[in-house]
């Protein structure tokens, strides 16, 4: 888990300055969410919510926002998770944050899918790719594509699943991973067969 969104920043008070409580609340529930004292972490990072918006800093909340978002994805709340991302979201994106709306992204998807929202998770999948794909980033793809594979065969969409597994394996062949490649178009085998059984 990260220890903070690429977006944060430290505290930008001079050293001889008491910190920032907001801060200091942050990285606390950081700690507690590491130890997994979950009450404990949502009761810091509701503090340090409080104080960023108090004090207008939107970084701050944003990741506020997120770690909050965290803690109720550790309970397995997910549409509150999902309601804090969403708040966190809409900060970073008008800070232009990729890395952060990434992020942001992957956990949603899990969300999605601990709701059964197996279509929201595709669509959220969807989006990653093109991401990935403009940034030309395979390893990310690759397991874009194998999180869309797993969520096609929970949907029950053997063939798309398999389709999507051997699209992992083609572009790790492209990488001579062929041992990779091999176990993935051998799962895209058994999952179209499984679906072939079904439909027969």
């Known amino acids: ?12 008070r001079p050293n001889n300055q008491e910190p920032d409580p907001a801060q200091v609340d942050y990285q ?29 800093n939107e970084e701050g909340l944003a990741n506020a926002y997120f770690r909050l978002g965290d803690v109720c994805l550790e309970t397995q709340e997910y549409t509150k998770a999902l309601d804090y991302y969403d708040q966190s979201a809409t900060i970073i994106k008008k800070h232009d944050d990729l890395m952060s709306m990434l992020a942001i992204r992957k956990r949603r998807i899990t969300c999605f899918k601990g709701l059964e929202r197996y279509q929201d998770a595709i669509a959220a999948y969807l989006e990653l790719l093109d991401t990935y794909e403009a940034l030309r980033n395979p390893a990310s793809t690759v397991e874009t594509l194998i999180g869309m594979g797993e969520t096609f065969e929970l949907m029950g969409e053997k063939d798309k699943a398999a389709e999507a597994f051997r699209t992992a394996a083609s572009i790790h062949r492209r990488y001579k991973h062929e041992k990779v490649a091999q176990e993935l178009d051998e799962r895209a085998a058994k999952v179209a067969a499984a679906g072939e059984t079904l439909q027969g």
């Open 1 to 12: 888990m990260e220890q903070q969104l690429p977006m944060a920043g430290t505290d930008p």
């Open 28 to 56: 606390e529930g950081l700690r507690h969410l590491q130890h997994g004292d979950l009450s404990q972490a949502a009761n810091a990072f509701h503090n340090a919510r409080i104080g960023f918006e108090e004090a207008g």
